[in-house]
Nanobody
Framework: QVQLVESGGGLVQPGGSLRLSCAASGSIFSFRALGWYRQAPGQQRELVAVITITSGGSTNYADSVKGRFTISEDNAKNTVYLQMNSLKPEDTAIYYC??????????WGRGTQVTVSS
């Protein structure tokens, strides 16, 4: 059973930075892709960033975070990161780790709260 454990959320002032981590059970190379989604109150869950392991680590970002957020992975630690810089109040949401496993399909973490407020 694939398990994803997120960490790194919290309260930060506008313009600040946070780094989210998602530790996956098993090798990173057992996944097609790993990504981050977010869901703000009253809104649908949306894709933030994705890294495609089977495409050599290619990345894609939502337009709203391009140039501010960076997704990366450390295969030695089976962990995917989301570095978030220049945070804005509209980035406030629960951030979920998502994994597309090559055998068992889609998996989600429990989420970590990010609040951007002065």
């Amino acid at each position: 059973q694939v398990q994803l454990v997120e960490s790194g959320g919290g309260l930060v002032q506008p313009g600040g930075s946070l780094r989210l981590s998602c530790a996956a059970s098993g090798s990173i190379f057992s996944f097609r892709a790993l990504g981050w989604y977010r869901q703000a109150p009253g809104q649908q869950r949306e894709l933030v960033a994705v890294i495609t392991i089977t495409s050599g680590g290619s990345t894609n970002y939502a337009d709203s975070v391009k140039g501010r957020f960076t997704i990366s992975e450390d295969n030695a630690k089976n962990t995917v990161y989301l570095q978030m810089n220049s945070l804005k109040p509209e980035d406030t949401a629960i951030y979920y780790c998502n994994a597309q496993h090559l055998s068992s399909g889609t998996h989600w973490g429990r989420g970590t709260q990010v609040t951007v407020s002065s």
